[in-house]
């Protein structure tokens, strides 16, 4: 007996060491970032450890499905992981205690089929649900509780989501590249599917469903029609697999003239009955392979993709069409109101609005109309569309950009919580004070019966996913506001930091802190008091000179408008007029240029150089102040993760305190284009707080010109 | 005591604990192929173990440099990996046995400067060489055979490089794609540099010092120009740190019109003044930042990039231009002489030797002429390039290329090795018989100074490197015949099988068969008998059909040549006579059909349908028996592969396993293909012993269409 157990102890032993010096033959010996959120690093509380092993004597599951699986794989990577413990799956439906029990309520209790209780029962962890996903979720609250050391005492934590469609879509081309991808190249391998499956499928999706992310866009909205292939569907038919067991659906992005291009028909008239047919029969070829298929995404008569306009037809006769191909199954159609013609003399700030707010009432129920946050698009600081709240028959989705396309790509610390909140957070007042967007979003405020959330993914199959290790909390925070968008920025990031970085108090408090501060330090030396849209090109490097582009508003000069006069793009009665699409109440914080927020001062006006602001400065000052003290701002952040080191990973520390040093550097840079660009106009010196630049604007737009060569 | 070494040893196990619940909350529990052939997995013999463990007491170095400092922490890595034993560094000079030993000869001993001998001396392994460059491989040598468990009793193992330099060429872009790139977006992520310096970059420094290789080109020859600024150039000098240390130099490819376009000149005429100045200065500026920069790699007046042609002056004017630059430093010019004409006469197989045979002689020594292996680019089978012996006074290097271009992207298993083996073993006659292409290369045939081999790179972000594990080969063979041209492509396919797979004799057997039949099997169902490119879109799928394209010579049918008489490209007096550009005795093996090896056939000569062939069949016959017997024999490789299951990593083997599947799908499309399509010009049946396509042609167009479309 006791050498049985001693050969036992030393195959673990071996086992433990060969793996131990697997690891260390490679030159990433620290903590890649691939696990995310999931580290499930081993309990280090005694006290704690010890009443968690007191649950870890089985998990009994309830029924046999896949979700439920996942749910107990989960369990035991998480108890194996946190508590080195291997806990069994049983079926036995016996009195037994301490374990883990799966709850499957019945269909007619009154709570949400998603949400979940955890609670102590009969001398088990319970989680119950009505449904599978509602297991899996409760599973993943219930190991992030664990990786925080909380304790089982009087546990009880329920959770229900307050958006029905949380997910990501993916803008990832058939070749491996992704559109505004800035972590390496696609995670979906076409050429290798559908016979090879890629582990790493899997971790995605556990990823998404720990935070309740519960759909997935695969393909770029400028979409290839190959996806409408039996070639394709079968390949897609392979991720939906490893989708499904974790409680995501997978969607397509659609080429509308697919019809034409794939399908041979000489028109892709979404009225012309064979056109209708073609998409009945596709949709019906596609529900074959993917029994559970989530829907299309739509991108049409928007930068030269092909739309129902194309043949005299409204967005609703296209979007419609494709409802109809979907009535027989749950799938639905997400249409995307990110449209704006080229037209000199509009404000591409009220064209969403001016297509979009005659169609209310217009689309098929299985229509989701999904807006961007703001009016243009992504800026590092938006006001909200004002389409939100204007179309009280039509569900609104809301599309965020988590991918750092406007944001400093993958160099610059930007956590977008605070994006996110800021528009959610944004009274619309359509019925009165308190309509805010996330109330639209979330349906209360119109009754929607679908309701939308989609982030526009920053995942690549670099290691760490993300390419900035912080760029993981924005995925991260898009997922939890999915799921309730009354949790604060603060909330997740702290979440977040303790689950991904450290345990260490103050080192969470100075990341947190840096966090926080991100987003305004960008916007400071970015885009200052609402400016937008200063590149073309590659959207990489500062152009605010551009003044030439195959469209008028895709150059930089159209949206701020600098002249010797002033800076800004008037959108008063005066100017555009986009304001007028706002309630009077929104008017009324803008209108004057006197009492606008000055982080919205230049969206809706056009300020003369020598105006004096409610800070005291003039318009020139407070920009060159903000540019200037955003630049250097970037150094207080490298100050503030400096004050973690020792307390997180070497390597992720590293990694962190590198890519600082690169947004430092740009940040400088930013600030002199701007300055340096603006002041042709101001014609006024740098305030003497300030050191001039030492590069001149020639130098400057040299050094951008490198980034638009081949 | 006592409670402090059971503290110590609690630590230990602690961290040991962690690091394999780290691994384990991963979804990638196997061998994930990061490690490539450096896997240093632990010695399983007692014996040989202990053997080892005789000569972990120290490493003793000679003198500090950084190569030697690589080459210490690579041993140490190893030790603990292989025998669980932590070595110490020492500079004592005293006498010492136990260790190993690192001894620099002097400069005037007559062995190759970068060659290495390890022997035992002194009770020590010593390691000697005349440079540190030397030690380093001889330390990856010693490492290799402890991977194999080869004892060290009566160790004496030699090694010198037959070529000088053994660089690998990355099609890289700036954006982070890779131009035919399988495996991911690009390992250089030029956004960070130079300030984050991923770790990724020493373990790609470290497998290729591990073969010898000791250059590599990091940008596509469709060069930009921006690695030509200043901004660029410190970002490669970051790169170039790294690669430094293990005695790695870096090269740029260079676009040959940035003197006008980043230069702002008027001109980028080679013999002008004021380019050859600004050239000049360009290589100062870099040599400023990288004092041991290797040299450009020149892509120029080919495929409509910009060249000395496009002033009216050859290659020879434009490669010594930039020669004259490097003349101060030890760079060197390589210029590729990957070039042909839109001619629908021409014949573009005679092309290269066309123009840069009557070169000969012109160019400065710096420049070696860089050729491809075969005539016309990367075929599964082509000829040896008739440029090989025919430039006596111009070192030529041979460039292959690693990615799967033309050999099935990531999916395909193709064991490379015998496309290299095949050219290098070729005799030129030049100097009458046994003048095989590998002495024109390694210089024995014609006293090159410079020789070189060039490897295209099939390395990508993915995190095995190569996309298909079994690809991971061509890496190796390629960098082991740039050291060695003599090892036989089994030697290596033993060898790296070893290393990187097992350790199990009879599951290597069955690996290497399968890698040892893999090309011409791909040859059998994709080009067979002699025929080429019968793809042009993206290299994908199969377009023999393929008539209309911007030039005469970017169609398949240009290549193929089939009409109702027969098929094949007649290069012989009666036909383009590419074949007088080879010595007498190569154009007797291939002038007569009739004795023309059936692999070169189609090649040479436009072949009746109902020829009868050496074999006794029509050529009809033929074909469909190697089209079908080729796409019949991935089933093959499928059961070879399978016999090897369980004595290898579960998630490699399931890897390939997918792969293969994939493989066999395509197989048969290609089989299609061809078969379809040439039938419409042999009308003839299929032969009975066959089972027809169950597509029509018509079908198999449309299924490759689909890859087709964006």
């Keep these: 007996m006791m050498s049985r157990r001693f050969s036992v102890l030393f195959i673990a032993f071996i086992l433990t060491i060969s793996v131990f010096l697997s690891a260390d033959a490679s030159a990433s010996d620290g903590d890649d970032g691939y696990r995310l959120w999931l580290r499930y690093e081993p309990v280090t509380d005694p006290v704690v450890k010890g009443e968690y092993l007191k649950f870890s004597a089985f998990i009994r599951q309830s029924g046999k499905g896949e979700i439920m699986q996942s749910a107990s794989q989960e369990l035991q990577k998480g108890f194996k992981s946190l508590v080195n413990r291997n806990i069994s799956r049983t079926n036995s439906s016996g009195n037994m205690s301490g374990g883990i029990v799966f709850k499957l309520l019945p269909r007619t209790t009154s709570v949400d089929d998603e949400g979940y209780r955890i609670q102590l029962a009969g001398g088990n962890v319970e989680i119950s649900s009505k449904s599978e996903s509602g297991i899996l979720y409760g599973t993943f609250a219930l190991l992030k509780h664990m990786q925080m050391q909380r304790p089982l005492k009087n ?53 998404n469903a720990s935070l309740g992310i519960n759909g997935t866009v695969l393909n770029n909205v400028n979409a290839s029609a190959r996806f409408m292939s039996q070639e394709y569907i079968v390949k897609v038919a392979a991720i939906a697999d490893v989708m499904r067991r974790y409680g995501i659906k997978t969607y397509l992005s659609v080429y509308f003239a697919a019809p ?155 956590y977008e919580a605070a994006i996110f909140k800021e528009c959610l957070q944004s009274d619309t007042y359509v019925n009165g004070g308190g309509s805010t967007v996330a109330k639209v979003v979330d349906g209360s405020l119109h009754g929607y019966a679908r309701t939308l959330m989609a982030g526009v993914a920053n995942t690549g199959n670099v290691r760490n996913w993300t390419g900035h290790p912080l760029a993981q909390a924005n995925w991260y925070a898009f997922g939890r506001l999915s799921w309730d968008h009354q949790l604060s920025a603060e909330q997740i990031a702290q979440e977040w930091t303790e689950l991904t970085l450290t345990r260490n108090r103050k080192a969470r408090e100075n990341i947190v802190d840096l966090m926080l501060r991100s987003r305004e330090i960008y916007v400071d030396y970015n885009t200052p008091l609402g400016l937008s849209r200063p590149w073309m090109g590659v959207h990489f490097a500062p152009e605010p000179w551009q003044n030439k582009g195959s469209r008028p508003d895709w150059t930089a000069v159209y949206y701020h408008r600098a002249d010797s006069v ?145």
Aim: glycine share 8%; aromatic share 14%.
């Design 155 to 207: 546990l009880n934590i329920t959770g229900s989501p307050k958006v029905r469609y949380r997910m990501l879509n993916h803008w990832d081309n058939p070749d491996g590249s992704i559109e505004r991808g800035y972590a390496g190249s696609s995670l979906w391998k076409w050429y290798e599917l559908p016979e090879r499956v890629d582990p790493r499928y899997m971790d995605y999706a556990r990823a």
């Design 260 to 414: 034409k291009t794939l399908g041979g028909l000489p028109t892709s008239d979404p009225l012309d009955p064979s056109v209708r047919a073609w998409w009945k029969e596709k949709v019906a070829q596609i529900y074959k392979e993917i029994p559970d298929f989530g829907g299309f995404l739509v991108k049409a008569n928007s930068e030269g993709e092909p739309g129902p306009q194309d043949y005299g037809r409204t967005h609703a006769d296209g979007a419609n069409m494709l409802a109809e191909a979907f009535s027989p199954y749950d799938g639905i159609v997400i249409w995307r109101a990110f449209v704006y013609k080229a037209d000199p003399n509009a404000d591409r700030f009220k064209a969403a609005y001016e297509e979009f707010v005659p169609l209310d009432g217009k689309f098929d129920p299985k229509v989701i109309v999904q807006v961007k946050n703001g009016p243009i698009d992504f800026q590092p600081r938006e006001p909200f569309s004002p389409l939100f709240g204007n179309m009280p028959k039509t569900p609104l989705g809301i599309e965020f950009q988590l991918t750092q396309e406007y944001l400093g790509f993958a160099t610059h610390a930007v």
């Design 566 to 710: 002033g800076l800004g793009f008037d959108r008063t009665a005066a100017g555009s007029n986009a304001l007028s699409q706002y309630r009077p109440e929104v008017q009324k914080q803008w209108n004057d240029p006197d009492k606008t927020p000055l982080s919205y001062l230049l969206w809706f006006h056009h300020i003369g150089w020598g105006k004096k602001l409610s800070t005291g400065n003039t318009l020139w000052d407070e920009l060159c102040g903000r540019l200037y003290s955003g630049a250097d701002s970037v150094m207080w952040m490298q100050k503030k993760w400096d004050l973690a080191k020792g307390n997180l990973d070497a390597q992720v520390y590293t990694d962190v305190a590198e890519r600082l040093k690169v947004q430092r550097r740009e940040a400088i840079w930013w600030r002199n284009a701007w300055v340096l660009y603006l002041q042709t106009f101001a014609k006024q010196p740098i305030p003497k707080d300030f050191q001039p630049p030492k590069q001149t604007l020639d130098e400057v737009k040299k050094s951008v010109n490198i980034y638009l060569m081949r």
